[in-house]
């Protein structure tokens, strides 16, 4: 049932709908049998994509282009956008090995490609995902299951992409899960959507060590390279699948709890309640700053409190994100109500009560996006109401528990653990029960 047996190659894309991107080769690329270095400013023209160099002249123009890098050589391209419609998103200058691969689309835009070897794309992702510098027992763990979430997801080359599910849900109801979209031209994208991927590392680290100790490695059940999904912390339990994506139950992506000893998750509203306002003990709860310092990348360590969390909206402002987010007008917003949970709080059905209408929205990311300009930090929440002189809602206070979607591995939780001396496998077995290592190439 396993089909990798070599290292694939794959198309990374690092800019998607762009109308001019410069470029740098840095080092000889061949072009049709001539060689190409230097300045390149890109830009659609003519039914395809014009490159000229820093005079003005123009060296090609066609709909697919391929510059193939020479032994060494590398390229630049600025004002990269990191960290989509998320808290953290900026521009910046990135630095890539491998080929370079442009496609012209329809609209007048372009996407630009880097075609790399899988373990040299995993040297980058992990030191994009979390810092170079981490233990170096949690960075081969973080190879393990990058390369497996990338072979699975090739595997299923249809995609899992989806907008919701399959049969339409009832009227009045929003229901949108987001998985692997179907990317024309390319097979991941460089940022959180699929896999952090931000070129050569200014501070590389242990990352190729990692990669090198683990070539070939993937986590693999029943027959199949496990879909390795991930996030930056749990809040104190992973979280089921089924939380965040379709109705299906995956035996090694179930909730556990990320500590030492294991206690069931909180069952009655009550229990619950309790469980996201307290701080109960966990391996991501570290408050730690030279542990995050040594494992967060310098942007994620702009992102305080995320174990437990807490944030506030008047109540116009969330009628306005509302509004702006789903196109309904829902009124004087009277309450948010959640209708299902999922083992580490995360609410999957969330009803938003106003005064003219109601919605359901789901799931847990969907939530996370219309509760915020960009992201709520995770859809573990309890929320508070404070009430005005009408009675109607003045304040919704949201405390919270967590960063991301809360399946599979915890990074912060992981790299916790490789600071307290556990290897590799262990924490894979921790995150990933029933799951078990194998050298596929």
Known sequence: MIMISVEPRIKVGICAGYERVAVRLNGPFLLDGRSVRGFLELQPEKGGISGR?????????????????????????????IGVNFHWERRRQETFRGNLLLIASPE???????????????????????????????????????????????????????????VP???????????????????????????????IPEKQGRAAE????????????????????????????????????EDLEVPYLTSITDAAAPCPPPGSAAGMNHWLLSLPDAYCATTDEDVLKEVLPSFDQ???????????????????LIGEKTGCDVGALLDLVPLAR?????????????????????????????????????????????????GLPARFIFHGAGWGHGVGLCQIGAAVMATRGFPAPEILQHYFRGAALQKLY
């Open 302 to 320: 702009e992102t305080g409190n995320f174990y437990r969390w807490r944030i506030e909206y008047r109540r116009e402002e969330l009628e306005e």
């Open 53 to 81: 160099n820093e005079k003005g002249r123009e060296l090609f123009c066609g709909r697919q282009v391929v510059l193939q890098a020479e032994p060494g050589s590398t390229f630049s391209i600025d004002d990269v956008t």
């Open 210 to 245: 990692a990669v090198q100790a683990t070539h070939g490695v993937f986590l693999v059940h029943d027959g199949r390279v496990c879909d390795a999904r991930y996030h930056k912390a749990c809040g104190g339990r992973t979280e089921d699948f089924a939380t965040a994506w």
């Open 108 to 166: 007048k835009q372009m996407s630009v490609i880097n075609e790399i070897g899988l373990e040299e794309y995993l040297e980058s992702v992990i030191a994009s995902e979390m810092s170079g510098t981490a233990p170096l027992e949690f960075l081969k763990a973080h190879a393990v299951i990058s390369r497996s979430w990338l072979a699975a997801m090739l595997e299923r080359k249809t995609g899992d992409f989806a907008p919701g599910p399959r």
């Open 169 to 199: 849900p009832p009227a009045g109801e929003i229901m949108r899960w987001y998985g692997r979209e179907d990317h024309a031209g390319f097979d991941v994208c460089a940022d959180d959507h699929c896999q952090r991927y931000q070129g």
């Open 342 to 390: 999922g083992p580490s709080g995360r609410i999957s059905r969330l009803r938003i009560l106003g005064r003219k209408t109601s919605l359901i929205v789901g799931k847990e990311l969907e939530i996370r996006r219309l509760l915020s300009r960009s992201h709520l930090l995770s859809s573990a929440f309890t929320l508070f109401v404070e009430r005005g002189l009408s």
